[in-house]
């Protein structure tokens, strides 16, 4: 067998197993749902006042007796992880809305 090739078997074809879409999907949603940090307001992302968004995230921060840190830190790690897991879907409008969130939280909690 001096000069033949070798040929080798082919492994067999492997299969996917179906993604479990529904609990990995939306896991930044169950994130905010269930977090430990805050109980949040329904819908407080969707309001168009940054002043009641802050005052809501302060509210909630302040009541929240699951938090592991100071209420300001809580407060806005929540609105830093809502923007950024909006991503580019969120649109420009929106964002700076958010962005404006976050100086009037700063505001409301005397960090400015």
């Known amino acids: 067998m001096a000069g033949a090739t070798v ?3 082919s492994a067999p074809a492997r299969r996917r197993k179906p993604a479990r879409r529904n609990s990995r999907r939306y896991w930044s949603a169950r994130v905010t749902k269930e977090s430990d940090a805050l ?3 329904n819908g ?3 309001l168009n006042d940054p ?3 802050a005052r809501s995230l302060k509210r909630s ?3 929240s007796r699951r938090r592991k840190s100071e ?3 809580s407060a806005l ?4 992880f809502y923007i950024n897991r909006a991503g580019k879907n969120l649109p420009a409008a929106r964002r700076r ?3 404006q969130a976050k100086v009037e939280l700063r505001k409301q909690f005397g960090r400015d």
């Open 77 to 80: 790690s929540m609105l830093i």
């Open 7 to 9: 040929r080798r078997k």
């Open 61 to 63: 921060a302040q009541r």
């Open 39 to 41: 109980d949040l307001d």
């Open 44 to 46: 407080v992302f969707s």
């Open 71 to 73: 209420p300001y830190r």
């Open 97 to 99: 809305t958010l962005q």
């Open 51 to 53: 002043k009641r968004i």
